[in-house]
């Protein structure tokens, strides 16, 4: 049982001190479709695993969630491959940015780890090597896996991602070179601008990534979404891994396994306890949430609940 922790009072508390400080990030706009987002949106929820939720602000507000779905493609991909998804893609830090080239040329074309954007590009062949159709495919798992039927990509986003993707392309094209994508660039780059484009709420995602706080099942929907022993290495490669050459600095400050992504959106992980959602568009200079990762740090400071 957890202890009851008033934690819709810490959120106002922790969004009060911080309405005093500056908001150093900016908004990614190098997908242009992203740049409309309003960036003084603050949504925050919390979900237990015995079924208490908290919110805050713009919580209920769907936004493109980006590399926070590189988990779910993860996921998918884990349970269709099995461990030899390991001969394909590393589970190191890499400790440089999420659409870095350079060790990938050194690494010959075998990226550090599933959520670089290399590594996320890996997984995407896999699901079209493995799947009929891979978007619907993808989309079904995540709306059967989370309860939540209404689950989408924005094809706007999609779109606008697709003609400025010219990194995205580069590594594709060096994996290629290197015999790590065994299928047509431009299917897999499109499945993984689709993955890129899914659309939540800091409450939905809570609900959809919960199945990591309780042991690889859903307690919404009882469902198992993965095994006991692939939820652990899951969580750990989000630990070591979620924030790019920021995961020191997360693990440091916060003390959770968890995943970001450009649209502003965190998702952090207490196994046995909590799954929480925050979303604040600016992002510091890593690519993460500015305001997002002081939220987090704040939370698990005041309450004194970090995996450590
Ligand atoms: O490929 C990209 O650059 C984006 N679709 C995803 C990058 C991302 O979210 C990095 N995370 N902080």
Redesign the pocket.
């Known amino acids: 049982m957890i202890n009851k922790i008033d934690y819709e009072k810490i959120f106002f508390e922790i969004s009060s001190e911080f309405s005093e400080v500056d908001d150093l990030g900016k908004i990614a706009t190098y997908?242009p479709e992203l740049g409309k987002v309003n960036p003084s949106k603050l949504g925050i929820h919390l979900a237990t695993v015995d079924s208490q939720n908290y919110s805050f602000g713009d919580s209920d507000e769907l936004f493109s969630i980006?590399?926070v779905a590189k988990v779910l493609s993860l996921t998918l991909a884990l349970k269709i491959m099995g461990r030899d998804l390991w001969t394909r893609v590393g589970v190191e830090p890499s400790g440089s940015p999420?659409?870095s080239l350079v060790q990938l040329e050194y690494e010959h074309g075998i990226p550090r780890n599933p959520f670089i954007?290399a590594g996320a590009i890996v997984v995407c062949d896999i699901l079209v090597t493995c799947l009929d159709n891979p978007k619907k495919q993808l989309l079904d798992f995540i709306r059967k896996s989370s309860g939540i039927g209404s689950v989408n990509y924005s094809s706007k986003i999609a779109e606008s991602?697709k003609k400025c993707?010219y990194?995205?392309h580069a590594l594709i094209n060096l994996m290629k070179d290197f015999g790590n994508i065994h299928n047509d660039v431009d299917v897999v780059l499109d499945l993984?601008?689709y993955l890129?484009s899914i659309e939540m709420s800091c409450k939905e995602l809570t609900q959809t990534f919960m199945f990591l706080a309780y042991g690889g099942v859903n307690p919404i929907t009882n469902q198992r979404v993965i095994s006991l022993s692939r939820t652990k290495r899951i969580n750990s490669v989000m630990l070591m891994c979620g924030f790019?050459d920021e995961a020191g600095e997360f693990a440091f400050k916060v003390g959770l396994p968890g995943k970001?992504?450009?649209?502003g959106g965190i998702v952090a992980i207490h196994p046995g306890k909590f799954c929480i959602a925050v979303w604040s568009p600016k992002l510091n200079k890593k690519?993460?949430s500015y305001k997002g990762m002081k939220v987090l740090e704040a939370l698990t400071s005041k309450t004194k609940c970090s995996i450590f």
Do not use: A, L
């Open positions: 997908i980006q590399s999420f659409n954007n991602e993707g990194r995205n993984y601008f890129c790019y970001s992504g450009v649209g690519g993460n």
